[in-house]
């Protein structure tokens, strides 16, 4: 299977450049010559794959492009500047809070990477801040948090009711937010365990990166690949951004990434995303690793992942979780895993705690139950599927 993309998507790919050379520019020019592109399509695609930033500066100094087009691009990158620097300094604020209180902590993807990977830290359009704790701080540092000014939502204060065993146990993060200015606010997501497609397949904690020094680097691509590649099915075109920016210039240890990758049955779901690193940025690969990326079944794998880049939208919720169960079911390349993926599947779904909104108000329902609110849960999923009226 060869996937085919729209010409919008197509302009996406191309425009995906820090520097842009006149070779490129040329090419640029002709396939805006070529092809008939729906500008407004290419605005929503490039807001949806956070690539605003590196559309504007490829296509910028190109005639072709409306300037109507180019003018709303470089509004959005001034705002998404601006977004960025405000949440860099508040991370900064944020760490020096963790660390003045002896809570070890790591940061995860966006404002970590812009700021440590990317060439320029306005490339990388960030949403919330994440950051990574030990199992063992995360009531304390959810308390901490509060207590200077941040909150959690409706759903996760029931789970605080619950009790400090309850909400380590039932969840692997938590979201809190921190009024700013007029109704923005700041958004942290508090982890303390990083699920690799769910708790019962695979789990991650600051413990598991402290572990050995001399791989740190390796093991945060690992956790990379969990959220970006199995958790979200490399749907958007930052996510493989992040990773060529994770790998390029760097001096990786491959054969421990590839066995430690292949231990946990993802492998191929890394290798899926390398394939796309080396055409989009033609990323320079090892030889042993090129000729994995290269084989006929790691390419159709690609392009399965690839299909996802042409919705308006990123898939959430119960289409997320099939997607993200069939493609790693996809991936596995050893019966053994495959039947991991599916008993974990299916045992994730029955043994877990509900949360369910009665009138005005949400009810908690504990993993005990799990079996009698399945079918409950089961229905909701399926409306999900349900074409919407208009």
């Not at 996406?12 to 006149?22: E, F, H, R, T, Y």
């Not at 909104?357 to 079996?371: A, Q």
Request: glycine residues 4%.
């Amino acid at each position: 299977m060869v996937v085919s993309f729209s010409p919008e998507v197509k302009l996406l790919l191309m425009a995906c450049s820090v520097s842009l050379s006149p070779e490129k520019q040329n090419r640029l020019t002709d396939f805006l010559g070529q092809h008939a592109v729906n500008w407004d399509r290419v605005y929503t695609l490039a807001v949806r794959h956070r690539l605003t930033p590196f559309l504007y500066r490829s296509l910028y100094q190109i005639p072709a492009v409306p300037a109507s087009f180019i003018r709303t691009l470089q509004e959005e990158c001034r705002t998404a500047a601006t977004d960025n620097l405000l949440k860099l300094h508040h991370y900064h604020q944020l760490a020096a809070l963790l660390t003045e209180n002896n809570i070890d902590h790591l940061p995860l993807k966006g404002v970590y990477l812009a700021e440590h990977f990317y060439p320029d830290s306005s490339l990388r359009i960030s949403g919330d801040i994440d950051i990574l704790v030990r199992r063992d701080d995360g009531f304390r540092a959810i308390r901490l948090l509060q207590a200077n000014d941040y909150e959690l939502n409706n759903q996760q204060r029931l789970h605080w009711q619950q009790g400090e065993e309850v909400i380590l146990d039932d969840l692997h993060e938590v979201s809190l937010f921190k009024p700013f200015f007029n109704n923005s606010h700041f958004d942290i997501d508090l982890h303390w365990q990083i699920l690799c497609f769910n708790r019962h397949y695979a789990r991650f904690d600051l413990n598991y990166v402290r572990a050995q020094p001399n791989v740190s680097a390796e093991r945060e691509i690992v956790l990379l690949i969990v959220h970006h590649g199995v958790n979200n099915v490399w749907q958007q075109l930052y996510y493989i951004n992040d990773l060529y920016f994770s790998l390029h210039n760097r001096d990786i240890n491959w054969n421990w990434l590839l066995e430690e990758l292949r231990r946990y049955g993802i492998e191929e779901v890394f290798l899926a995303g390398l394939y796309w690193c080396v055409h989009i940025w033609e990323l320079p690969l090892p030889k042993a690793v090129e000729s994995l990326v290269n084989s006929s079944r790691l390419r159709s794998l690609a392009d399965r992942y690839a299909e996802n880049w042409e919705a308006d939208e990123p898939s959430k919720y119960s289409k997320l979780i099939v997607k993200q169960a069939t493609l790693l079911l996809n991936a596995q390349t050893r019966i053994g895993k495959q039947l991991t993926v599916c008993g974990t599947f299916l045992s994730s779904r029955i043994f877990r705690y509900s949360i369910f909104k009665v009138g005005n108000r949400f009810v908690y329902v504990p993993k005990e139950l799990g079996l009698i609110t399945l079918f409950v849960r089961a229905g909701q999923s399926l409306t999900r599927f349900l074409p919407t009226r208009r």
